[in-house]
């Protein structure tokens, strides 16, 4: 009977696999077209950067990186995403260990605050700040009256920076830190451990792998970010001008060498965004795998 049974399991399941398996040639239609647009639309991108930078020669690529312009560039696009990473890491550990870890009133509203920067266009936060601090706007007379510039320098980058990366982090570890639970920590609370020790010595270890992942990308986005920026730093050349600007203010001004070789740095940082992500998911995935087998 035992035997019957098990004939009859294998038949279903095999049959299941064939209702399931396609044809073959859907599949290499399906594969032929996924690596058509992976080539044209992310490969080829990436190669041409990397030729038009050094068409001219290597002469004309290093002396366009050394410029200046492209070094104050390099420098503001540094400063910005040194300001505005801690500031996000610190928030979003903040934030996803309110949600994750307590009930209280306003919850959903923290959480929905926290992925309006993903609804709202970069270049609609970056008008929001020119109505607060614009001369026509909300604090413009005070602070002219009390000589404090931060739309068009440095302050009003960094904030539209801030505001663009805010989810990052915080949407990271908030379902890491739920699909922990809270057991640990309420162990080591029972067991005399304080909030902070309970924060460093368990907590921390349990999402440090989520919350590197977290800040390599919005490192990344801090670097690249446009639209925002654009529209509070006023293009002072020199001053004002973070990586993704200059790149613009050279290709308007037909310097496509320079413009492409200011880009490839970017390209850099993007390629190097990745290395970095696929490792850290490669060991969070460790780390997982060894939970689960120590679970069990």
């Not at 002469?59 to 400063?79: E, G, M, Q, R, W």
């Not at 990473?85 to 550990?93: D, H, I, T």
């Not at 904030?159 to 570890?173: D, N």
């Not at 699909?179 to 020790?197: C, N």
Request: include cysteine; charge should be neutral.
């Amino acid at each position: 009977m035992s035997l019957v049974t098990s004939s009859n399991a294998l038949a279903i399941k095999l049959q299941s696999r064939d209702s399931t398996r396609e044809p073959t040639w859907v599949r290499y239609t399906l594969l032929t077209v996924a690596s058509i647009f992976f080539l044209s639309c992310l490969i080829l991108p990436l190669v041409l950067v990397f030729v038009e930078a050094f068409r001219q020669g290597i002469d004309v690529y290093v002396n366009a990186l050394i410029n200046p312009d492209t070094l104050s560039a390099v420098k503001l696009t540094l400063l910005t995403a040194a300001v505005a990473v801690p500031l996000n890491v610190v928030f979003g550990v903040a934030a996803a260990w309110a949600v994750a870890k307590f009930q209280f009133r306003g919850k959903s509203l923290l959480t929905t605050l926290i992925d309006l920067p993903f609804s709202v266009s970069p270049v609609i936060a970056g008008l929001m700040l020119v109505l607060i601090f614009g001369m026509q706007g909300w604090f413009g007379p005070w602070l002219m009256d009390h000589d404090i510039k931060i739309l068009y320098a440095v302050p009003a980058i960094v904030l539209a920076t801030v505001f663009i990366t805010v989810p990052f982090v915080a949407r990271e570890l908030i379902p890491l830190m739920e699909a922990q639970g809270t057991e640990e920590e309420e162990a080591a609370i029972v067991l005399g451990a304080s909030g902070w020790q309970t924060f460093w010595k368990v907590t921390l270890p349990n999402i440090k792998w989520g919350l590197l992942y977290g800040v390599i990308l919005c490192n990344a986005r801090a670097m690249g970010e446009f639209g925002a920026v654009s529209v509070v730093s006023g293009h002072i050349r020199g001053e004002t001008n973070t990586l993704p600007l200059h790149v613009e203010i050279l290709y308007n001004e037909y310097t496509y060498s320079a413009a492409f070789a200011v880009a490839s740095l970017l390209a850099f940082l993007a390629i190097i965004t990745l290395i970095l992500k696929t490792w850290v998911e490669i060991r969070q995935e460790k780390q997982n795998n060894r939970n689960d087998s120590a679970a069990s």
